[in-house]
């Protein structure tokens, strides 16, 4: 299993910058992890007391875990084709998101939209800040102190290392999400796709789009509708 | 009612303060501007320690030059722009701040 992006997978990249991480590397190994001592203790001890049994905490895992892309891709295939549906998501997203039956609870959504002179990419510095809700699970890479660190000082370095290049005239808007906020980037969509469906278009929506390291799918990637 | 409004020019306060809080190093003393005012949320550097949270606290979303946050090592362009989001008793107006 593998949470690398996809140009990282085969690419045997040069380390011009022996003194940075990855930005999709996890954690190093061998350092001691006393969060995951602390979990296991707390856990135990909530079922042991009846807080919650083992059986719910497992099916809560497995439903955050079953949350992929495909429902912010459906959200942005609509913002697409309808383009009210989009003023809405823009404007008022905590109410466009209602309409796929979603609600996020404390944390408010904000949707920030590329456009061809600005690309959005969305870190949290303080810890892992996701739009959980709608993507699932945070990649590692994400998660990293690598990423989280990198992104507000070197946006445009990390994005080359995602294979994303983009010219001096364009504005990189990082968003860094301390508080209460959580952040989804509507992509742009992607040429040659006139016409398209709803369905056709969700599949060109991957996650990392979704969190601002790459573009939408072009159409030669995923075969035309 | 919240104190600054959008448009506004605000700085980032560098006040110590030990406990939890929200607002990075990396933005202290930087200066930016109001580009939405997020709305008024429990404040989180009293949540932390399991009070509740009151009086709350308004939320706003700061819009920075990198090169303002960064300096000339910023090795992008020069419209790059980090936001992020700030609790008003971290702010203070642009035209107060003492370099």
Redo the contacts between chains.
Sequence with gaps: MSDLPNSFQDDPHEHRHHHHDHPHDPEPPGLPDDSLVLERALRELLIEKGVFGADELRAAVEAMEARGEALGARIVARAWTDPAFEALLLNSPMEAISAFGLTMGVNELHVVENTNSVHNIVVCTLCSCYPRTILGIPPAWYKSRAYRARTVREPRAVLAEFGLLLPDTMEVRVHDSTADLRYLVLPRRPEGTDGWSEEALALLVSRDSLIGVAEARRPSAVGGP | MSRFAVGDRVRVRDHVHTGHR???L?IRRRTGEVVRV??C?LN?EQLAYGSTGLPGVT?Y?LRFA?RAV?GDS????D?????????EHWLEPAAEAVT
């Design positions: 929200r607002t990075p990396y997020a709305g949320f989180p939320l979303r990198q960064w910023y090795a992008g362009a419209a790059d722009t980090i936001d992020i989001e700030v609790y």
